[in-house]
């Protein structure tokens, strides 16, 4: 470009010299280049501002979302647990009451069988109260008195124990009165006799023991003054009707 002006400065006073006339001074005026400040451009700039942004609150919704999936699996955990203990609890008490009833159910079907062998066990004993004298040596006699003998350590070794009424207060809950008579020597409530033996497993009362109940002492009789007395006032009553 530079090379380009100079031709043309000495181009024109030589045409001008041709010409005859006189070479004009041709003042050119370079075009100044203009400098400018070129700003770097805005747009990717903001591209990726918008983008971070964007990433930015993905990235919130994610832990949010991240968040509630961790309360609600809490939630379910804390369900689940609560539930495996109520279901354990359950089990648990399912097997103790399972195992009471069956202890029951043994202690009743024990209670029974012992209590069918209490009449076997009076037989015995109401067979050696009659027996002659002459006969309680004889040698069948001896293994007869054995088979009682077993069959009392057999009671014992159960736990079955004989009823006390000897003195004892009367009692409905071991005790059968059959009779309630009246008594000077003994008081009134108290026990008189015992009529058959009664029998206990533990706290469990196999059979009651019959008994005589003393009603208190009789009623003291009339003096004869009393009985006249109201021999006297009923005619009286009579006589007025």
């Known amino acids: 470009m530079s090379e380009e002006r100079e031709r043309k400065k000495t181009r024109a ?3 001008a010299r041709k010409q005859g006339r006189a070479p004009e001074v041709v003042e050119e005026t370079l075009a100044e280049p203009v400098t400018e400040a070129v700003s770097p451009p805005e747009e990717p700039v903001a591209a990726a501002a918008v983008a971070e942004k964007i ?3 993905k990235a919130v919704g994610e832990v949010a979302a991240l968040r509630q999936e961790l309360e609600e699996v809490k939630a379910k955990e804390a369900e689940y647990l609560d539930g495996w203990q109520r279901a ?3 089990l648990a008490n399912a097997r103790k009451r399972f195992q009471r009833e069956q202890e029951q159910a043994f202690a009743s079907a024990r209670a029974d069988v012992l209590g069918r062998l209490l009449p ?3 037989d015995f004993e109401r067979a050696f109260d009659t027996l002659p004298d002459n006969l309680s040596r004889l040698t069948w006699i ?3 008195w054995l088979i009682q003998h077993k069959f009392r350590v057999l009671l014992e070794q159960e736990g079955v124990t004989q009823i006390e009424t000897n003195g ?3 009692d409905p809950f071991l005790h059968q009165a059959i009779t309630h008579e009246p008594s000077v020597e003994v008081p009134q409530g108290q026990i008189i006799a015992e ?7 533990g706290e469990r ?3 009651p023991s019959m008994v005589r109940v003393s009603a208190g002492p009789p009623p003291e009789p009339e003096s004869e003054a009393e009985t006249e007395g109201k021999e006297e006032a009923e005619p009286s009553n009579t006589e007025q009707s």
């Open 13 to 15: 006073p030589r045409a």
């Open 55 to 57: 990433e930015e609150e």
């Open 88 to 90: 354990r609890a359950e």
């Open 120 to 122: 076997i066990v009076d």
């Open 142 to 144: 001896e293994g007869v």
């Open 168 to 170: 004892q207060e009367f």
């Open 195 to 201: 009529l058959q033996k009664g029998y206990k497993m």
């Open 205 to 207: 009362v196999l059979r």
